[in-house]
């Protein structure tokens, strides 16, 4: 991997980007000296137009980039680093420099609107009225639904076959909090196993 300086006058942008939630954290600025600390150290190193030096981020704050992968693109003069962050990325506290809410995708979202449901006894959800049933009726209602995405895979109906998966995925996140477990449990578990 042969990045591009001249091209760009000695410094190249740099996307940052959460490797689990696959949000855009921050962008940044090398230079070749800041590249091949970033390598060899596998934490994401700047060059500082304000400070006019290297800047290892999280170097006061202690919440480093740890490097996952580093892609260059297709003309050689941005960089894309995936990261695992040590804490939030923005000196402001956030996240991300962009604002963006903390986010790891819609069944991360639809996982905490169950968990709220639940956790505030709502009488009129559907949700919490089946999780006060028991782990018995919770386990049971993933097993139809399981058997009905078999039958409907069967079949040619793609819109059934969606539509019963999608009520698969809902009741098996069900499941997991009456189980006290989440998805980035799940997602350890098939991280493990790659």
């Not at 940052?16 to 070749?32: E, F, K, P, R």
């Not at 580093?70 to 050689?76: A, P, T």
């Not at 799940?186 to 790659?194: I, S």
């Given at each position: 991997?042969n990045?591009?300086?001249?091209?760009?006058?000695g410094?190249?942008?740099v996307?940052?980007?959460?490797?689990?939630?696959?949000?855009?954290?921050?962008?940044?600025?090398?230079?070749?000296?800041?590249?091949?600390?970033?390598?060899?150290?596998?934490?994401?190193t700047?060059?500082?137009?304000?400070?006019?030096?290297?800047?290892?981020?999280?170097?006061?704050?202690?919440?480093?980039?740890?490097?996952?992968s580093?892609?260059?693109?297709?003309?050689?003069d941005?960089?894309?680093?995936?990261?695992?962050?040590?804490?939030?990325?923005?000196?402001t506290?956030?996240?991300t420099?962009?604002?963006?809410?903390?986010?790891?995708?819609?069944?991360?979202?639809?996982?905490?609107?169950?968990?709220?449901?639940?956790?505030?006894?709502?009488?009129?959800?559907?949700?919490?009225?089946?999780?006060?049933?028991?782990?018995?009726?919770?386990?049971?209602?993933?097993?139809?639904?399981?058997?009905?995405?078999?039958?409907?895979?069967?079949?040619?109906?793609?819109?059934?076959?969606?539509?019963?998966?999608?009520?698969?995925?809902y009741?098996?996140?069900?499941?997991l909090?009456?189980k006290?477990a989440?998805?980035?449990?799940?997602?350890?578990?098939?991280?493990?196993?790659?």
């Open positions: 991997m990045p591009n300086f001249d091209k760009t006058d410094l190249i942008p996307i940052i980007q959460d490797n689990t939630s696959n949000n855009v954290l921050m962008l940044g600025y090398m230079n070749a000296a800041a590249f091949e600390q970033t390598k060899r150290e596998k934490r994401v700047f060059y500082s137009r304000s400070k006019q030096r290297l800047w290892t981020k999280g170097e006061t704050s202690g919440n480093f980039l740890n490097v996952v580093i892609q260059l693109d297709c003309d050689s941005t960089l894309l680093i995936k990261v695992k962050p040590n804490g939030p990325t923005c000196h506290g956030s996240t420099c962009f604002g963006e809410p903390d986010s790891k995708g819609f069944l991360y979202e639809l996982e905490q609107t169950i968990d709220q449901r639940i956790s505030n006894n709502d009488p009129n959800s559907y949700t919490n009225k089946l999780f006060q049933r028991g782990i018995n009726k919770v386990a049971q209602k993933v097993g139809e639904e399981a058997v009905e995405v078999v039958i409907e895979a069967k079949d040619d109906n793609r819109e059934l076959f969606l539509n019963e998966s999608a009520d698969l995925l009741h098996l996140l069900i499941l909090r009456a006290n989440t998805l980035s449990d799940v997602e350890a578990v098939l991280k493990g196993r790659a």
